[in-house]
């Protein structure tokens, strides 16, 4: 726990707690949470993340989509590819707490 020191206000607070919950819900499926552990790594296109996951394109596309929407991740097309890398940095302050938690040995 921190250190108790000036109060924040409590609309900020409010805020920010939104915010954390509106990261939290996107990051607490299964397959979003493959998706962004995979795209910490770095960039990759959809085919490779299909492959690598083995998350069926339907899927795939939908929970990327949901990513997208959420500005968690942003895409760069190279001819008939589409690649994908993480955009926001809580996202991957988040992916980095989660790895220590549950992946590290």
Same mark, same amino acid.
């Given at each position: 726990? $921190?250190?108790?020191? =000036? #109060?924040?206000?409590?609309?900020?607070?409010?805020? @920010?707690?939104?915010? !954390? @919950? =509106?990261?939290?819900?996107?990051? =607490? %499926?299964?397959?979003? &949470?493959?998706?962004? +552990?995979?795209?910490?790594? /770095?960039?990759? +296109?959809? #085919?490779?993340?299909?492959?690598? &996951? /083995?998350?069926?394109?339907?899927?795939?596309?939908?929970?990327? /989509?949901?990513? $997208?929407? %959420? *500005?968690?991740?942003?895409? $760069?097309?190279? /001819?008939?590819?589409?690649?994908? #890398?993480? *955009? #926001?940095?809580?996202?991957? !302050?988040?992916? %980095?707490?989660?790895?220590?938690?549950? +992946?590290?040995?």
């Amino acid at each position: 726990m $921190r250190k108790k020191s =000036a #109060s924040i206000d409590l609309s900020v607070m409010q805020a @920010s707690a939104e915010k !954390a @919950s =509106a990261l939290l819900k996107v990051l =607490a %499926n299964p397959d979003r &949470l493959l998706l962004m +552990c995979q795209l910490s790594q /770095g960039e990759l +296109c959809v #085919s490779d993340l299909e492959e690598q &996951l /083995g998350i069926r394109q339907p899927t795939l596309s939908q929970q990327l /989509g949901v990513l $997208r929407d %959420n *500005a968690l991740v942003e895409t $760069r097309r190279e /001819g008939k590819s589409i690649f994908y #890398s993480i *955009a #926001s940095k809580e996202a991957i !302050a988040v992916m %980095n707490v989660l790895y220590e938690q549950f +992946c590290a040995k």
